[in-house]
């Protein structure tokens, strides 16, 4: 028996359980759910740092208990030097070092713009900005466990990372790759944080902090300046609606890839997927063959909103997604390209009392970002740019201030029932179809929400160091589940039984008479943590 965790008054899901048990703090003082969520983000910015940190970007989705929901886009554009004639004679824009980090970082930004709205919908005063630090800094200066997912990251990286400036010094201990559960400390990181609490969060971005930013990047002769910091801000939106026969199904619009989320669920609903049997070789299939008609239009369409050619909320509409799920075969699997890769992030929810949710991500792209670590600050920035293109005619190409391509893409739901759902993952190419199949096993056959969470995944599309653009399978898939796949034309690959490569899924439910349900994912160091 899996079983999710209850509560009656809040609960938060993280795949660290220290993140989770940060935003159950703040919820127990009295805080909402978004200040929770800050405390949770700042917390797992330490304790997960080969994942995610404040030299990377986050989005944020907010369903109020009533009204429209909110989404925060926190995602930094391409600095003022970041030009293609400084790549010129490059085929494309290396993963790791200081022409890798070229974007500006967009996460501190987020939390302020969350932590603006969180004043408006709450009706009591705010909770310092020290106490929703507090127990970050103190895992930063105080040490935290060093967890398994860190150490396979940093060794995995190791020889990759050791010479970009300032990693070494940062994640390697005396020169070694940290040991299993050994106290990790990053006084640096603690440093900065309690400058921020003490400062205000747009000391990043216009304060001594960007000064202290600024200088270590000109030093390492980063494409981004102080006035790309200066001229920053976060910005708030509306997300893309799908109406799906559960309910309506909410995610963010470009640039990330939500709309590829939006469009398996709406195309699959559409291949009858509610009349076949859960975790059947047709299960699979349709959401497979849904997957490749969403990456598709993504890879064709998404990119900057500034730049895009269509209407991401057009492709939702019914003949849109009736066209889509036309062309697709259930008896076979239809050829495809290949994807963008995976990547290496953090999803966590929360939801409070009174019923506001909130479904965040944060991310430094790959792991350990770009490996370029401040010395001033000892922020490890990130690498999302190296996701534009060096082809002035591609519709990523680079250019000063402009938004590269995200996979990150927080979700939520409300159910016809009544019921609210914040649910998410980790994982590039994987993040829309772990979610879809979380969403299906939930909301479509009614699996418990651990389960749901537990149950073994699939990915289409390549994992790290890996050029196979394969099928993959966890394991504990039944072996005639396999065997069908392979015989529509699948090229099938068997992962082990609970593969990281998956990502780390989470979810959290409110049913209609206020309690709250949550599930983490065991193949990360997570929790779902309630009162």
């Known amino acids: 028996m899996l ?98 980090a070229l974007t500006v970082p967009g996460t501190v930004d987020g939390w302020r713009v969350a932590l603006e709205l969180a004043g408006e919908l709450a009706e009591r005063p705010p909770l310092p900005l020290p106490r929703l630090l507090s127990d970050a800094i103190h895992y930063a200066s105080q040490g935290m466990p060093v967890t398994h997912s860190q150490v396979a990251a940093t060794r995995a990286k190791h020889s990759e990372l050791e010479h970009i400036p300032g990693f070494a010094e940062s994640f390697l201990v005396d020169g070694r790759v940290p040991q299993e559960a050994s106290l990790f400390k990053q006084p640096k990181i603690a440093a900065t944080l309690s400058r921020l609490a003490a400062n205000g969060l747009d000391d990043f971005y216009r304060g001594e902090l960007a000064g202290s930013i600024a200088a270590d990047i000109g030093r390492l002769g980063m494409p981004v300046t102080a006035a790309d910091l200066a001229g920053y ?35 699959s609903d559409r291949l009858g997927l509610s009349t076949v049997e859960a975790d059947s070789a047709d299960h699979i299939h349709a959401l497979v063959e849904a997957t490749k008609r969403a990456f598709a239009v993504r890879d064709s369409q998404i990119t900057d909103p500034a730049c895009m050619r269509i209407d991401p909320q057009a492709c939702l509409e019914s003949a849109a997604l009736d066209r889509e799920a036309a062309a697709v075969d259930m008896a076979r699997a239809a050829p495809w390209g290949e994807g963008k890769g995976p990547g290496d992030t953090i999803w966590m929810g929360v939801i409070d009392e ?40 591609h519709i990523l190409a680079l250019a000063p201030g402009k938004q590269p391509f995200h996979t990150l893409n927080p979700a939520a739901a409300r159910l016809s029932d009544g019921r609210t759902l914040v649910y998410g993952t980790m994982g590039g190419d ?102």
């Open 233 to 267: 801000r976060a910005r708030r939106g509306t997300p893309l609606k799908l109406a799906h026969s559960t309910g309506e199904i909410f995610n963010l619009a470009p640039p990330t890839q939500g709309l590829v989320s939006q469009m398996i669920l709406g195309i």
């Open 3 to 100: 079983n999710a965790t209850v509560a009656p008054r809040g609960l938060a899901v993280a795949p660290h359980s220290l993140a989770a048990q940060a935003a159950l703090s703040i919820l127990r003082e009295g805080g909402n759910a978004i200040e929770a969520m800050v405390a949770a983000a700042s917390a797992i910015a330490v304790v997960y740092p080969h994942m995610n940190g404040i030299g990377g970007d986050g989005f944020w989705l907010v369903m109020p208990p009533d009204g429209e929901p909110v989404t925060i886009d926190a995602s930094g554009p391409a600095g003022s030097l970041a030009t293609l004639d400084r790549y010129a004679g490059r085929e494309r824009i290396p993963f790791r070092g200081a022409d890798a």
């Open 354 to 393: 009174s019923g506001l949710a909130v479904s965040f991500i944060q991310s430094i792209y790959h792991e350990f970002g770009s490996g370029v670590v401040l010395p001033g600050s000892g922020i490890n920035w990130q690498n999302r740019g190296a996701s534009f293109s060096l082809d002035p005619g």
């Open 430 to 531: 994987g993040q829309p179809q772990t979610q879809a199949a979380v969403y299906s096993r939930y909301a479509v056959f009614g699996q418990g929400l651990q389960q749901a969470v537990s149950a073994p995944r699939w990915l289409l599309g390549r994992t790290w160091g890996d050029t196979s653009d394969s099928l993959k399978l966890e394991s504990r898939f039944p072996q005639a589940v396999v065997e069908a796949l392979a015989e529509r034309g699948h090229e099938v690959e068997l992962l082990a039984p609970f593969s990281e490569t998956m990502g780390h899924a989470g979810a959290v439910v409110r049913h209609p008479n206020g309690v709250l349900e949550g599930a983490f994912d065991p193949r990360s160091n997570g929790a779902a943590a309630g009162f």
